[in-house]
């Protein structure tokens, strides 16, 4: 875990909050006294996943849906068809 004293967490906060992001933790001290612990929410990595499950499970169906399905014709005409 990374040390900051405050006057230096100031002039580099985004700095610190992107090595958050990333998984650091960060301790901001006042007087060589740690104050502050800076770590990321675990919440936003559970809402990932779910979000990616989700997305997978949707292309899953997707391809279900599209196995057997033929197209019959000509391509430019089903087109020109899809398009009025």
Do not use: C
């Amino acid at each position: 875990m990374r040390a900051v004293a405050i006057y230096e967490a100031k002039a580099r906060f985004s700095e610190l909050l992107a090595a958050v992001q990333a998984g650091e933790e960060v301790s901001i001290t006042k007087h060589g006294k740690p104050v502050v612990k800076m770590v990321a929410v675990a919440s936003n990595d559970a809402d990932a996943v779910a979000k990616r499950a989700r997305g997978e499970a949707a292309l899953a169906r997707l391809a279900e849906l599209r196995e057997g399905f033929v197209l019959e014709g000509d391509i430019k005409a089903i087109i020109s068809e899809g398009r009025r």
